[in-house]
Every structure is written in structure tokens, then in C-alpha cells.
């Protein structure tokens, strides 16, 4: 009778496994490149659906996934730097299917974050997004953001104010209303309203995201005019090592290096930067009046940054960072000013299933601002500004393809500075929550909608920013339109500000400010096929109780005061193509219009036609390659008018600003695997303003620079 059972059972389980073959389908093939049909190896294939049912291709290109059920399903197949491809499997048994992926050879395969703050790739975002990825950095030679921005980005310019500190004007907002992240979070200090840019160097970049317009209803106060978010590279190698230096004119020298290990669940990055220059003498003072200054003060900084990943298992990650930044700038022989920011951080991401994800944060950022007496080697602080803030962040996925993202923040902000009476201080704290639905109606159709809360204690200021983004799909076209809300908020300097402007007059701040509000409207048209990339943008952005300073005649100073409604209305036009032959072309243009009305304490400086150029060649060979590059800058005339009494705002004087362009020739080297060399000719053409005044280019003709970059880890 037991022999009997055994061999049923037997049988039986012969019976049941033919049964489960028979339910399974096998499929196979290989994935290769279209253009050369070179096989791609690590090639990803899955299951759209089922995320765990997956493989990759070996060293031939070929791979084997068994599929548990005889059903309908959509393969996926992924490869980095290439296009995407789907495949809708009928339900049935076996079948061999292969895959030829075209190079992603102009980045719409890029996943980004800053627009939606959930994952989604270029092509697919609503609202209109330019990247600027780590390739690009390298093609010219950028040291900090500055340096970047300006030769990649029509439309922004950086300029000189008073005592030589930097401030921005992009497509007519100033640096308070254009917020810069580094991973999403927040930066402490601000010159002039500004932020320290040379904080913002771009060792260890994977890629920077930039949205243009209002983005308070996800990022708050301060993204009136724009965000920019600089993303961290995060090694995936067992181990990398790199060193790099670059030497220029006036003494222009840069070393860095960064070191990153992953072992088992842990992760390890460490960056150092210095760099160093000497001051620029534009012209010789006894050749006459030439400009409004005739040097640039020279300076030094060091940049350290850590950055630690854990991930005890699938669902959890932990991030920790750390970071210390010093900068130290030659006013004169006998004082300099020296700058120091202390940040750090703590991030923890935790995936529940397919559906749920939620990431909490802490972060921590303190700049001081000192002045160092060489005689008397005394180093006082007279300013300091201090951040701490948390954060939640949730998202939930429905029907698998529609995201809803809940947030909210929490900020202590304190800030001592010189310019309050006698050197006090003032805090606050600001709080806000927001919700975002980003709905995929269909493949082509996609609607994201969201609505966010803010409130800031000292100027008991409540706000409510709303946007809705929608997009279309039509063959390679894609249709965007958008509407959002801009909002910021009286700062702490603007309402307790009581500072002495060098026994001229006082500058006063005002504690009834109302916070500036904007309506930005925007429409583009997007147009993508293989190699090519054509997207025109039309904004029209209506801002209103824009905060600027105003004279008051009975305080005989400056005070703070909010300003009539102003109207900005733009056009950007951007162009990319890339060449199997390794030729590649970027054209980008900006037209920006600047209305405010006639008697108001503010006028337009903002240059109406700018556009950037790139035209580049790379081809590379086994243990060889190269880059040949030629970027440009072109920056028309503005026409303007200045107030020539400070005390009325009735008499003006028509001042014209030159135009001018600005060419930079860069010239890289791969040579074996790791070493890499880049020449560089800044300013081509020798262009050297007639007058040197705060919008014109401190240059003194053409300057040459070189540097070398050693990944050690590549050469073993």
C-alpha cells in the first residue's frame, strides 16, 4: 500500500509540474544598439506591473526571463545613456523578442525630481525643466555655479553691487526670488539678497535641475522667480578615487579630490576643494577714468563635503551629510572678510510596497560673515545666520500609474547681523504643508495639480500657493501649460533692518511689509525625435507688492516698502541636436519684458535678448578620446532709465548698457581610462569693456587655462 502512495504521488507531481510548465512562457533574446548593433551587456529587462519578476543581459547581449503565468504582460527594457523601449506580450507560450536601443544622445532619458519632487523622466514632466548634466559641466571647465549658469543659461546674469558682492538677475527676478537647493534642501546666508554662490562649487555633480517661474506651492517662499537644484552624485562603484587641479591667469588656481568606497550596506563619499586667485587689476588708474572699479578683490576657499549612504535592507535608506565651507576675500592690504558655513544633515527613505513611500528629513546650515583685522589680528563676527529645519515627505501611488505627494516643512531661522541696532538678532519660525496629484489620464494626457500652506511667525504672514500643470502627447510632440502661484515673505533683514549705508544714509526696515505675490502663466511646445530637440516656452508672470527699498522724507533714509503690480513677459527658445558622427549643436534664446510703472522706486535693468551656443565634436577610440568645444554667451544692449535724485523718483536720465559676447574654446583629453585633460581658451575673441561698471564682464581679454583629473580607481 506505501508503494502504492509513493508512486501516485509520484505521478501526481509529475502531473502538476508538466501543468505549472505549461502555465509559464519563456522568453528570450537580445538587446544591442540600433546604430551599431553592438551588443548591450546589463541591459535591464521587467515586468512593468511586477517589478520583481526581472533579468539582465550577460556579456553577448542576451537574456532569458521566465514569465510564472500564460497571461498578457509589458516587458520593459532599460539601458543608461539609451531610449527606453516597451513591448506588449500576448498571452502564450515562448517567444524570442529583441530589443534594439537608440542612444538617449540628448538626455530625455534623465530622471529628475525638482519639478514634481517625485521621480519621473525629462520627456515626461509637466513643467518645463532644463538639465545640465555632469558631461556638460566638464565641457567648460565650470569651478561653481556662477561660472556654469551663465555660458549654459540665456536669460541669467550675474553681475557686481555695492562692494563688489555678486547678485543675479534671472529673466528679471533677483536672487531673493529664485531659490537654490543642493539635494532639496534650503541654503542659511545672504549678501545683498543673495546667497553665497562660491558655496556651490561642482565637484561630485550628477546633474543640476532648473525650473523657471513660480514654484511656491511645492518649495515655498523665495521660488517666485525659479528654482535651482543641484543634485549630488552618489557612487555605485566598490571604490572610486579622484584628484584634479587646474591653473589659469591671475594666479586662478583649483585642486580637488574625492574618495568614495561602498561596502556591503554602506556607502562613503568625501570631497575637498581649494581654490585660490589673485587680485584682477582691470586697467591702470593713471590711464584715466575707465570704470567704476579698477581691481578685483582676489580670494581663497576651501569646500568639504561628506556624504554617508546606509541601506540595512531594500526598503531603508539613510543619508548623512556633512559639510564645512570658508572663503576668505582681500578687501584691502590691512582687512579681509572672511565667510563660514557649517551644514549638515540627516535624510531616511522608507519603501513599504510598489505604492507607499515616505522620506523625513533634518537638516542644519550656519553661515557667518567676520572681518579679520591683519594688524590687531582680531576676527569678529557681525553676522550669522542659523537653519534648522525638518521635513516629511509621502507619496502614495493609485491605480498604478497616478501619484498623490503629501509634505510638509518645519524652520527655525535666527539671524544675527550688523545691520540690525547694535548688532542684535531676531528669529522666527515658518511652517507649511502641501499636497500634490499628479494624474496620468492616459499615455498621452497628464494633469498635476497641487496646493501648499505657509506661515511665518515674525511677519504673521499666512499664504496659500496653488499651480496646475497639464500635458500632451501627440506623435514627438508634447504640449505643456501651466499656471502657478509665487509667493515670498518678508525676510528678517527687511523688517528689523537699521543700518548706517557708510554715513551716506540710514536704511530702514519696515515691520508691516505685505509679501510679494506672483500669477506666472506659461505654454510651450516640445518636440523630440531621436537626435533632435526643439522646445519654445511663452510666460507671462504678474507680480504684485514686489519689496524694494523706497526714500522716505521724513526719516530722510531708505525704507523698505512694497511696490504697484509689474508685469514680466518672456519667450525661451531652446534647439539641441547630437550626431552619430559626434557632432553636437545647443541653441538657446530668451527674450524677457520688463513693465513697471512710470514713479515707482525701481527700474528695469534686465538685458531683453540673451542666447547661449555650444558646438562641439567628440570621438573616442579604445584608450583614447576627445572633446572639442566652442560655447558661447551673447548678451544684447538694455536701454534704461536712472533715477538721478534718490529723494523723489521724478527725474531720470536715459543710460545705456553695451552688449557683448563671449566665446570659450575647451579642448579635453581621455587618455587611457582615467586620465583626463582639459585645455581651455576663455574669451576667444579678446573682447575688454570700454567702461567698466557693474553689468559688464571683469575681463581683461583672453585668458588660458589648463587642468588635469585622475580617476585612480580606472586606472587599476
Known amino acids: 500500500m506505501g508503494k502504492r502512495l509513493r508512486g501516485f504521488c509520484l505521478i501526481l507531481g509529475c502531473f ?27 541591459a535591464s529587462i521587467v515586468v512593468k506591473s511586477e517589478k520583481n519578476i526581472g533579468t539582465v543581459t550577460n556579456e553577448d ?5 521566465r514569465l510564472p503565468e500564460s497571461k498578457a504582460y509589458t516587458l520593459v527594457v532599460t539601458y543608461i545613456g539609451y531610449v527606453s523601449q516597451q513591448y506588449d506580450l500576448e498571452a502564450g507560450k515562448g517567444k524570442e523578442i529583441n530589443f534594439k536601443l537608440e542612444e538617449d544622445a540628448i538626455g530625455m532619458e534623465t530622471v529628475v525630481v525638482t519639478g514634481t519632487r517625485t521621480p519621473k523622466l525629462l520627456k515626461d514632466v509637466p513643467i518645463v525643466t532644463r538639465v545640465i548634466t555632469s558631461d556638460d559641466i566638464r565641457k567648460v571647465d565650470a569651478t561653481n555655479i556662477q561660472d556654469l549658469l551663465q555660458i549654459e543659461l540665456p536669460g541669467i546674469e550675474f553681475s557686481y553691487s555695492m562692494d563688489q558682492q555678486t547678485s543675479l538677475n534671472m529673466q528679471g527676478f533677483g536672487g531673493n526670488a529664485v531659490l537654490f537647493l543642493v539635494d532639496g534642501e534650503r541654503l542659511a546666508g545672504e549678501t545683498l539678497d543673495n546667497i553665497d554662490y562660491s558655496r556651490l562649487n561642482l565637484d561630485n555633480v550628477e546633474r543640476i535641475e532648473i525650473v523657471k517661474g513660480a514654484a511656491s506651492s511645492l518649495y515655498g517662499s523665495n521660488a517666485v522667480g525659479g528654482v535651482v537644484n543641484i543634485i549630488t552624485r552618489e557612487s555605485t562603484e566598490p ?11 591671475h594666479d586662478d588656481q583649483r585642486y580637488g579630490g574625492s574618495v568614495s568606497f561602498k561596502a556591503g550596506k554602506f556607502n562613503n563619499t568625501i570631497n575637498v576643494q581649494h581654490t585660490t586667485t589673485d587680485p584682477i587689476e582691470l586697467f591702470d588708474s593713471s590711464e584715466g577714468n575707465k570704470g567704476d572699479y579698477n581691481q578685483v578683490y582676489g580670494n581663497h576657499t576651501w569646500n568639504f563635503k561628506e556624504r554617508l549612504v546606509y541601506n540595512p535592507n531594500d526598503r531603508l535608506k539613510l543619508t548623512a551629510r556633512a559639510g564645512y565651507f570658508f572663503k576668505e576675500r582681500d578687501k584691502s592690504a590691512s582687512d579681509v572678510d572672511r565667510y563660514r558655513d557649517y551644514n549638515a ?15 523625513l528629513a533634518y537638516a542644519f546650515d550656519q553661515y557667518d560673515k567676520s572681518g579679520f583685522d591683519k594688524v590687531k589680528s582680531l576676527d569678529i563676527r557681525d553676522y550669522s545666520n542659523v537653519q534648522n529645519s525638518i521635513r516629511a515627505l509621502y507619496n502614495y501611488t493609485f491605480s498604478g500609474k497616478n501619484t498623490v505627494t503629501v509634505g510638509g516643512d518645519y524652520m527655525t531661522d535666527y539671524l544675527m547681523s550688523y545691520q540690525f541696532t547694535e548688532g542684535g538678532s531676531h528669529k522666527q519660525y515658518t511652517a507649511d504643508g502641501f499636497v500634490q496629484f499628479d494624474l496620468n489620464l492616459s499615455d498621452r494626457f497628464n494633469v498635476t495639480t497641487g496646493l501648499r500652506y505657509d506661515y511665518f511667525s515674525e511677519a504673521d504672514v499666512q499664504n496659500v500657493s496653488s499651480k496646475l500643470g497639464i500635458m500632451y502627447k501627440w506623435n514627438n510632440c508634447s504640449l505643456r501649460a501651466s499656471y502657478a502661484g509665487g509667493f515670498r515673505a518678508p525676510t528678517l533683514k527687511e523688517m528689523y533692518m537699521n543700518f548706517d549705508m557708510a554715513n551716506i544714509f540710514m536704511i530702514y526696515g519696515n515691520e508691516n511689509l505685505k509679501p510679494e505675490e506672483s500669477q506666472n502663466f506659461s505654454l510651450s511646445a516640445e518636440y523630440i525625435k531621436s537626435r533632435y530637440n526643439v522646445t519654445i516656452t511663452g510666460y507671462y508672470n504678474l507680480v504684485d507688492n514686489r519689496i524694494t527699498t523706497a526714500w522716505d522724507q521724513e526719516l530722510k533714509g531708505m525704507v523698505y516698502t512694497n511696490i504697484s503690480e509689474m508685469k514680466v513677459v518672456g519667450v525661451d527658445v531652446n534647439a539641441a541636436a547630437k550626431y552619430p558622427c559626434g557632432i553636437g549643436v545647443r541653441l538657446s534664446y530668451a527674450y524677457t519684458h520688463e513693465h513697471i510703472a512710470k514713479g515707482e522706486p525701481i527700474l528695469s535693468s534686465t538685458r531683453p535678448h540673451t542666447a547661449t551656443a555650444r558646438l562641439e565634436y567628440d570621438k573616442s577610440w579604445k584608450k583614447y578620446g576627445f572633446n572639442i568645444s566652442l560655447n558661447g554667451r551673447i548678451m544684447s544692449k538694455v536701454t534704461t532709465d536712472e533715477y538721478t535724485d534718490l529723494t523723489s523718483y521724478e527725474e531720470t536720465e536715459r543710460v545705456t548698457y553695451p552688449g557683448y559676447t563671449m566665446w570659450k574654446l575647451n579642448f579635453s583629453q581621455r587618455i587611457w581610462e582615467g586620465i583626463n585633460i582639459n585645455m581651455t581658451v576663455d574669451n576667444l575673441f579678446n573682447y575688454k569693456p570700454s567702461y567698466y561698471y557693474s553689468n559688464s564682464p571683469s575681463t581683461t581679454g583672453t585668458t588660458f587655462s589648463a587642468g588635469v583629473s585622475i580617476d585612480i580607481d580606472k586606472l587599476f
Open 16 to 42: 502538476l509540474s508538466v501543468f505549472a510548465a505549461m502555465a509559464q512562457q519563456m522568453v528570450s533574446g537580445i538587446v544591442t544598439d540600433a546604430a551599431t548593433g553592438e551588443p548591450l551587456i546589463g
Open 61 to 65: 547581449g542576451k537574456y532569458k526571463l
Open 239 to 249: 571604490w572610486t578615487a579622484n584628484v584634479n587641479a587646474r591653473y589659469g591667469a
Open 345 to 359: 544633515g540627516l535624510k531616511g527613505n522608507y519603501i513599504f510596497n510598489d505604492k507607499n513611500n515616505l522620506e
